[in-house]
């Protein structure tokens, strides 16, 4: 039995090591046929639009085909005929239709347009269809019942039809046409425009025009061309875009002729060397980043050459079998389009269009015997496989079978306990001896088939993580005594691993990450994720190397760093829904059925570009079991068989820098006008428009395609149903918006692209116009305003007047009875001291009264008079009471040093009837000898008076026996009130008045006089 093991093994080993040549990528195509989109799997023409759309000609209409779905026209979408032979783009991006109708179309937009004939009846045939600036011409006979060519243009939607000696035909070009070539029956005709307006037609007879494809453009002189073909035989000739050179390679010959235009050069390269030895098809020329692309075609083969400076920098050769899945031997190849983002596209007349790429290598095969088995890992210095048929365990070391074993439970994986044993875990726990080899139960109990993963903690502890919880184990020598087995978490582990740079143990659910010291077995409840809930976690890996934990979840990768303890996320462009994650030393990869991909882990935790082996399409396989480590390499165990790959050597990353290509064209469709868009563009719209469809071009999809958006910072994403992004009602027009978007497949995810909306306004709707409109509205206002202001202004003005009047009125009759009240008091002294015959008093009295009266008269024509001349008056007027009483009291007056007596103004007259009430009312009814003070002190915005007297008091005077005077009293103290209420009214100051009586009663009276200016 072992040689047979090792026979068996040492033919696995073998084809293991032969399979390494086979890990460059190969080749898969893809069939895109009727049963998955088509109309026809009769293909006419295959063309790819300035957008990056691949567009299919059938014998049932046209298709446009973005890598996920088709959209098809056909005379139900208008066109003329579902026979379309023929596909041209013209320099406006309208896709034009070859086929045998009445008029001439196109498809723009995803609609299809005729253009209108001018003036002519009969049927088109068009041929050799070419773009200039303006539009396109072509060939085409049976026009008219003619059958001999006749060259008709479109300008605008409408087609010309000329003869080939039509002076018109001359006229009608611009100087920004370029030439093509067009042919009729046996004869070729090849148009180019040179000087001008002035148009050579020329001919040139060709044997088998049938096979001939020409295109000139304006670099080839008549000239050039024929020096080039003089002395060669006919043969395959064409142009690349760009006119930089032209290809010829003559019939029957193994080399390629190669004319430089501007040197006239010609190159001659020999295809023998590069193994195509076939008879050609035709030949076509495009162009990528580094060089120009040639590619021949044979009945069989397909070569590209990549030619720069005039060398093969690249070439590479691919079958048409493999090119077609193996179908090529029953296909005949009707055309092909090559572009960067396609690969090679062929059409075939039965077996509809197959695109093709790299891919995953294909499948290892390996013996009936091992294919039961999977690897389990290498312990102590053996591998170890296992059956779940026939339920074995198979040890193997230096190429040869040594053990096997029966073992009735299904085995998950194998580790190292000591130099002497091994740890196997499956539905129970067993220890086995590498030594004595001898297999034993580690007596535990069965945990059934929940059994994860048994990991090596330290010393001699272990843990086993199950579904049902996770178990600490601290063993001993002796495997039937055990001196620690605790139940040390109760989750629903989904899987585990030791992580050194924490010496713990990650157990992972769903939803949690849960961390156990390796050494004794507690949770870590200080952990980071230890409240941290997750989306649906699908995997985590450890890095031991560089501390770093790496965690998938269904549509995020995150990674964790020891050091700093924080979590960010890794941009990737996968769906994480579809794969898994698994790190292999220092390279993490993802796996599924979208392909692997290896991306090297740097110190820092970031990851390269990766290195990848893709799926294309699902061809290789639907699904992914398991992924086996194999010394260097990856073996993949998949619902097609078992798949292996080599881990990518360290350097490969740095060399290469990635085989990854991003070949995706991102869309948006605003209105009828489709564009490309990339991160940060900014999209205008009118406001018809609330939506903007997006899409994608993806030869390598998978699945169906979905678009999410957002429409404000901080939002929910939403997944559009239809493609379309939906433009809220708070985008408003005249201003830009931000919106978030990205795409989504089976097995790729877009990185979030930013996109600035412009809704174009109307006229009244520009900021321009609003600013107008807000200037125009404040004018208008400040207009109103200033009108309104205006009017108050005169009406206020004059009620102030009036007011103004009112109070001068007002002033002029107190002060008017102010003063007879003065005048008469005085008179009635002078006429006591005449009847007493006290003349030279009564001279004396008069003299003074005189001097006062005018001092009073001009004090009532002013409000206000200075301080100082208000101290003046009192002066005087104390005087001539003095005389009028005989020196019955005397009078000081006291003047506040901090007091500017010459600027400070005060209400005219308004002391006077105090200190007059103060002698008449008090000091002349009292029998001592009278005393009056008069004060003025600065006080904070204003004057304070103080009038102070000696007098009877305010009681005894009104208890007085002689009416007259109680009543002229009484009469001077109404109009001191209504002296104080006109200026509290009408002017910016309150005047207010206090009345102390002096204590005991009938002692005096005090009268503070308080002038506060507002």
């Known amino acids: 039995m072992p040689d047979l093991l090792l026979r068996y093994y040492g033919q696995l080993l073998c084809l293991l090591f032969l399979s390494l040549p086979m890990y460059a990528q190969h080749t898969a195509s893809f069939n895109l046929n009727a049963d998955n989109g088509l109309l026809s799997n009769h293909i006419y023409g295959l063309t790819t639009d300035h957008l990056g759309y691949l567009w299919i000609a059938t014998d049932r209409g046209v298709l446009k085909y973005?890598?996920?779905?088709?959209?098809?026209?056909?005379?139900?979408?208008?066109?003329?005929?579902?026979?379309?032979?023929?596909?041209?783009?013209?320099?406006?991006?309208?896709?034009?239709?070859?086929?045998?109708?009445?008029?001439?179309?196109?498809?723009?937009?995803?609609k299809y347009k005729n253009a209108i004939s001018d003036k002519i009846s009969g049927t088109f045939y068009p041929i050799m269809m070419s773009p200039i600036d303006s539009g396109i011409y072509f060939s085409s006979t049976h026009l008219n019942g003619l059958t001999s060519a006749i060259i008709c243009m479109e300008r605008n939607d409408t087609i010309f039809p000329f003869e080939l000696s039509d002076e018109k035909f001359h006229y009608k070009f611009k100087t920004n046409d370029i030439g093509a070539s067009i042919h009729s029956g046996t004869k070729k005709y090849v148009f180019y425009k040179r000087n001008g307006f002035r148009l050579d037609n020329l001919h040139l007879a060709i044997d088998a025009p049938e096979k001939v494809a020409m295109t000139l453009l304006p670099k080839l002189t008549w000239e050039i061309i024929q020096k080039y073909i003089s002395g060669v035989s006919t043969g395959y000739i064409t142009i690349n875009i760009d006119g930089n050179f032209l290809c010829y390679i003559p019939y029957f010959s193994k080399s390629l002729l190669r004319l430089n235009p501007e040197t006239s050069i010609i190159d001659t390269i020999n295809l023998k060397p590069l193994g195509f030895n076939e008879e050609i098809e035709y030949i076509s020329i495009g162009k990528d980043s580094s060089c120009e692309i040639i590619h021949i075609y044979s009945s069989k083969k397909i070569l590209s050459l990549g030619i720069k400076d005039a060398k093969i920098v690249k070439h590479s050769t691919i079958s048409i079998a493999e090119a077609t899945s193996g179908k090529g031997e029953n296909i005949k190849v009707t055309c092909n389009t090559n572009q960067s983002i396609w690969d090679i596209c062929i059409g075939t007349n039965d077996h509809g269009t197959f695109i093709t790429r790299d891919c995953i290598p294909s499948k290892l095969s390996i013996p009936e015997f091992l294919k039961l088995y999977r690897p389990l890992g290498t312990a102590n210095g053996y591998k170890y496989w296992y059956s779940n048929a026939t339920k074995t365990l198979l040890l193997l070391q230096n190429n040869k079978a040594v053990k096997e074993f029966h073992i009735n439970t299904n085995v998950e994986n194998v580790i190292s306990y000591n130099n002497d044993t091994v740890i196997i875990s499956g539905q129970h726990v067993y220890y086995l001896n590498t030594k004595t080899m001898i297999l034993?139960?580690?007596?535990?109990?069965?945990?059934?088939?929940?059994?994860?993963?048994?990991?090596?903690?330290?010393?001699?502890?272990?843990?086993?993580?199950?579904?049902?919880?996770?178990?600490?184990?601290?063993?001993?020598?002796?495997?039937?005594?055990?001196?620690g087995f605790n139940h040390i978490g109760t989750e629903w582990y989904e899987g585990a691993g030791y992580y050194s740079c924490e010496n713990a143990i990650v157990a992972f659910t769903r939803k949690k990450i849960s961390l156990f010291n390796a050494t004794n077995g507690t949770p870590d409840t200080n952990s980071i994720f230890y409240h941290r809930i997750f989306n649906r976690i699908k995997g985590v890996s450890l890095d031991n190397r560089y501390c770093h934990m790496y965690i998938q979840t269904n549509d995020t990768l995150y990674r964790y760093n020891s050091a700093t303890k924080t979590i960010n996320t890794i941009d990737i462009n996968i769906n994480f829904a579809n794969c898994n994650i698994q790190i292999v030393n220092d390279q993490l990869i993802l796996y599924g059925d979208i392909g692997v991909y290896f991306y090297l882990i740097l110190p820092d935790?970031?990851?390269?570009?990766?290195?990848?082996?893709?799926?294309?399409?699902?061809?290789?396989?639907?699904?992914?079991?398991?992924?086996?480590?194999?010394?260097?390499?990856?073996?993949?165990?998949?619902?097609?068989?078992?798949?292996?790959?080599?881990?990518?050597?360290?350097?490969?990353?740095?060399?290469?820098a990635s085989n990854y290509t991003d070949r995706k064209i991102l869309l948006a469709k605003v209105g009828t006008h489709t564009r490309h868009i990339s991160h940060k563009d900014t999209l205008e719209l009118s406001q018809k428009n609330k939506f903007i469809s997006m899409d994608v071009i993806n030869p390598y999809g998978n699945g169906k395609l979905a678009v999410y958006y957002l429409t404000r910072k901080n939002g929910n994403w939403e997944k559009s149903t239809s493609s379309e992004v939906i433009l809220p009602e708070s985008f408003k027009p005249d201003r830009y918006n931000k919106i978030w978007v990205y795409f989504k497949d089976d097995g790729w995810k877009s990185d979030v692209i930013e996109l600035t909306v412009y809704i174009t306004p109307l006229w009244w709707q520009t900021r321009k116009a609003q600013r107008l409109f807000w200037i125009g509205g404040i004018l208008l206002g400040i207009a109103i305003v200033s009108l309104a202001i205006f009017v108050t202004r005169r009406i206020v003005t004059k009620a102030n007047e009036k007011r103004n009047l009112q109070r001068e009125l007002e002033l002029k009759a107190i002060y008017a009875q102010i003063n007879p009240h003065f005048i008469f008091n005085t008179l009635t002294s002078a006429l006591l001291l005449v009847s007493k015959n006290r003349m030279d008093e009564a001279y004396v009295h008069i003299s003074k009264f005189s001097k006062l009266l005018r001092s009073y008269l001009k004090s009532s024509r002013n409000k206000f008079i200075t301080l100082a001349e208000e101290i003046e008056n009192l002066k005087n007027y104390t005087e001539l009471q003095q005389t009028r009483f005989k020196e019955r009291f005397r009078c000081d007056i006291t003047v506040d040093d901090s007091l500017d007596t010459e600027s400070e103004k005060i209400p005219s007259l308004l002391i006077q009837p105090f200190v007059e009430n103060a002698i008449n009312h008090g000091i002349l009814y009292s029998e001592n000898q009278g005393y009056l003070t008069i004060s003025f002190k600065k006080i904070a915005h204003g004057v304070a008076c103080t009038v102070s007297d000696n007098g009877i008091g305010r009681k005894k005077s009104l208890e007085a026996k002689n009416n007259q005077e109680n009543i002229l009293g009484s009469y001077g103290n109404m109009m001191i009130k209504d002296l104080v209420e006109i200026f509290n009214k009408y002017e910016d100051m309150t005047i207010s008045i206090n009345y102390e009586d002096h204590e005991p009663s009938g002692t005096g009276t005090t009268v503070k006089i308080l002038i506060i200016k507002q």
């Open 440 to 483: 034993s139960n580690a007596l535990m109990t069965d945990y059934g088939t929940n059994i994860r993963k048994i990991i090596r903690g330290t010393a001699k502890n272990y843990f086993i993580i199950a579904r049902t919880g996770a178990y600490f184990v601290a063993d001993d020598d002796d495997k039937s005594k055990r001196s």
């Open 66 to 110: 973005n890598g996920y779905d088709c959209i098809s026209f056909t005379t139900a979408d208008g066109l003329p005929s579902d026979d379309v032979w023929g596909l041209l783009e013209d320099k406006k991006g309208r896709m034009w239709l070859s086929t045998i109708a009445d008029h001439v179309g196109y498809i723009h937009e995803n």
């Open 605 to 656: 935790g970031s990851l390269t570009k990766p290195i990848t082996y893709n799926n294309f399409k699902k061809l290789r396989y639907r699904s992914i079991d398991k992924l086996y480590i194999l010394d260097s390499s990856l073996l993949i165990h998949t619902d097609k068989g078992q798949l292996s790959l080599q881990i990518p050597d360290r350097d490969l990353f740095f060399k290469n």
